[in-house]
């Protein structure tokens, strides 16, 4: 065999090689990109749902927490009635984020 022969076929190799590598590399770094933003996006599917709002029947329901509360219209308009739904609602999340923060000690200390 010749030397050229080898060296370029080696030379030919390496560069396969590093594109074959690269690309490999550029599809991970996109399956991952496209996987977070598929996870912070969400399907937009309907059992998705944060809150209802029903303008003809005043009612806004916040599916988190199964809260309903039919002050939709004290809500837009902003006043005391309003902000006192806005807290009934911050109420239950608050209360429903420290029960499952109790739940998960309570599986830790079983564990």
């Known amino acids: 065999l010749c030397c050229f022969c080898f060296c370029s076929n080696k030379a030919k190799a390496l560069r396969v090689l ?3 590598l690269y690309d490999g ?6 399956d991952f990109v496209s996987g977070a933003r598929r996870a912070a996006i969400g399907s937009g599917d309907r059992s ?3 809150r209802t709002y029903n303008f003809p029947q005043n009612r806004l329901t916040d599916h ?3 809260v309903t509360l039919h002050a939709l219209e004290d809500l837009a308009a902003g006043g005391a009635a309003g902000m006192a739904a806005l807290d009934s ?5 608050a209360m429903k984020l ?3 923060q109790l739940e998960e000690l309570a599986c830790e ?3």
């Open 89 to 93: 609602i911050g109420d239950a999340l």
């Open 98 to 100: 420290r029960t499952e």
């Open 48 to 50: 998705e749902r944060v």
């Open 18 to 20: 590093r594109a074959r």
């Open 64 to 66: 988190r927490v199964a």
């Open 25 to 30: 590399q550029r599809r991970a770094a996109a």
């Open 109 to 111: 200390d079983t564990a």
